[in-house]
């Protein structure tokens, strides 16, 4: 796969992020209105998406896949944090000065809205592959919003409520209706009438996720932008842990595991993303340094622009020779 034909797949997805930022910037989102439209996107856009793709997808039905891409997406971001704390030690940075904040955001790549169209894009459309995408993000939540809280607050225990969000229970709920058969009672050719017709409205809501989520991440990087001074350290640091280490282990895992060829096109491209946004909240709502977070998703997208192409399409040929 050329670079070329990588940034092609890559390049709409900054352009939606950059009219994001227009969009705010001009007013016509507002502060209101990004808020309401977030919810849309957590409660509503999204879950169809996950449900959508999921139900009844013969690969979720495999427990090897169901296994390995939930242990996946969980332990790559707990390799992440590893490494980017060892990062954060060395830059000399401290807890209270950002070191946790730093371990979290910069040990999590992007894993929904910014990877799903690459994704398709890579497999040809193929969106069975999703549902092995939402099976690692479902482990990927589990260690933010569980092992990444206990990182931030420094404490040893978190609330496992934060797990009972819409992108969890519709993973968690795809998937069992999938592996007991219930699916078929929400499927277009075996639910009848009202089967065809819930599954068609959940597509066309699942369909509107990742573009009005991505024009979402502008408007948020638009508040975002410029109230934050740039630390060299921090930034320099979080673009070797996130767009150099981290590339170079999930593509050996992706070569040399023993699982589906869908999981290691997924883990192809997780490789390859910049930090993702979700590690800002945490900061805020936990009394963490938002503004360290800020800088690393600044940096690695910004950078990830150049480099996703160039990881992705070597990554192709190292990973599938």
């Known amino acids: 796969m050329s670079f070329s034909l990588v940034l092609t797949a890559v390049l709409p997805v900054y352009l939606l992020v950059a009219i994001g930022l227009v ?38 039905r495999q427990s090897g896949v169901l296994v390995s891409g939930i242990g996946l997406g969980f332990g790559i971001i707990m390799v992440g944090m590893l490494i980017s704390n060892l990062a954060g030690r060395l830059v000399g940075l401290k807890p209270g000065t950002g070191r946790r904040t730093f371990t979290l955001s910069a040990g999590v790549q992007n894993y929904g809205y910014t990877a799903i169209p690459i994704l398709l894009f890579i497999v040809g459309g193929d969106d069975r592959v999703l549902g092995v995408l939402f099976l690692h993000s479902l482990g990927v939540e589990v260690a933010i919003w569980m092992v990444g809280v206990m990182v931030v607050t420094g404490s040893v225990t978190s609330n496992p409520k934060l797990l ?77 842990v996130r767009l150099g280490i981290m590339p170079l282990l999930i593509l ?58 160039l990881w992705i399409a070597w990554g192709s040929s190292f990973v599938f020779p």
Not at 46 to 53: Q, T, V, W
Not at 258 to 286: C, D, G, N, W
């Open 23 to 60: 969009l705010r910037a001009s007013k016509v989102v507002t502060e209101e209105m990004e808020k309401g439209l977030l919810k849309l996107v957590i409660h509503c856009l999204y879950p169809c998406l996950i449900l959508d793709k999921t139900l009844g997808n013969d690969l979720v």
């Open 164 to 240: 009972i969000n819409g992108p969890i229970v519709a993973v968690v709920l795809g998937v069992s209706l999938s592996l007991t058969g219930g699916w078929v009672f929400f499927d277009q050719n075996h639910g009848g009438l009202f089967g065809g017709i819930v599954r068609q409205t959940m597509s066309w809501l699942g369909a509107c996720a990742f573009p009005i989520g991505l024009v979402l991440i502008g408007a948020t990087m638009y508040e975002l932008i410029g109230k934050e001074r740039l630390s060299k350290k921090i930034a320099l640091s979080s673009l070797i």
């Open 252 to 309: 050996a895992a992706a070569k040399y595991l023993p699982i589906v060829t869908e999981l290691k096109q997924v883990l192809l491209v997780q490789s390859a993303m910049p930090a993702a946004v979700s590690p800002i909240f945490v900061a805020r709502h936990y009394g963490g340094s938002p503004g360290v977070a800020v800088q690393i998703v600044l940096a690695t997208s910004v950078l990830g622009l150049f480099s996703m192409p």
